[in-house]
């Protein structure tokens, strides 16, 4: 499978962006999907992330209450609605998939994903 993150750009304080990650190759409907994100000169963070049907959703403490990751299984994407953003959420936005199964895990981990996009730039200006 192979993803691909769009819809960065730049944007003031305040506004709002909306990424999206297109799978293709396979169907990710059964795969837990999340949002990374990495600022300049810092390690890649988690973001959010979906289990395979939508019904359970995690995220970051400083993303809580402004982004939301819905999810389409029937279109094989995956979505990052950005709201009141900050200067402070300026990077480049990965999507990932994680295509195995296992038994407990922390989805909020960038090791449990073993598909990556190429990200997509998210600039906010203050």
């Known amino acids: 499978v192979q993803l691909q993150a769009s819809g960065g750009g730049l944007v003031q304080a305040g506004g709002s962006l909306r990424l999206s990650c297109a799978a293709s190759?396979?169907?990710?409907?059964?795969?837990?999907l999340g949002w990374f994100r990495q600022a300049p000169g810092k390690e890649r963070e988690f973001v959010a992330a979906?289990?395979?049907?939508?019904?359970?959703?995690k995220y970051a403490d400083s993303v809580t209450g402004r982004l939301t990751i819905p999810r389409d299984n029937g279109k094989n994407t995956l979505t990052l609605q950005m709201n009141s953003l900050k200067p402070e959420d300026t990077a480049v936005y990965y999507c990932?998939?994680?295509?195995?199964?296992?038994?407990?895990?922390?989805?909020?981990?960038?090791?449990?994903?073993?598909?990556w996009g190429q990200g997509t730039q998210v600039t906010v200006s203050s």
């Open positions: 190759g396979r169907t990710v409907s059964t795969y837990t």
């Open positions: 979906i289990n395979w049907s939508g019904s359970i959703a």
């Open positions: 990932a998939a994680r295509t195995f199964y296992s038994g407990t895990y922390d989805s909020r981990s960038a090791a449990e994903y073993d598909v």
